[in-house]
């Protein structure tokens, strides 16, 4: 056998654990946000009245430093 044939073949056999391995594995799953009837987004200066220490830790966080680009929609139980 060439060094050609066990190339192909190797990749034949590449090919087909890939296609069996993304078969087996579980769809994705939207994320949604869980919505209570009549809440309104109060945003993180109404919590810094009694839990400054947990606002003030978020802040220095990454994810506190762009989480104002994340608020999906400002809907969500805050």
Request: with cysteine; glycine share 12%.
């Amino acid at each position: 056998m060439s060094k050609w044939n066990v190339g192909k073949i190797g990749a034949l056999c590449f090919g087909l654990m890939f296609l069996v391995i993304m078969g087996c594995r579980t769809p994705f799953k939207t994320s949604t946000l869980l919505t209570i009837p009549g809440a309104t987004y109060v945003g993180d200066k109404t919590c810094l009245n009694c839990h400054e220490d947990v606002v003030s830790a978020f802040k220095n966080t990454a994810h506190g430093k762009i989480a104002d680009f994340e608020v999906i929609g400002k809907k969500g139980c805050e």
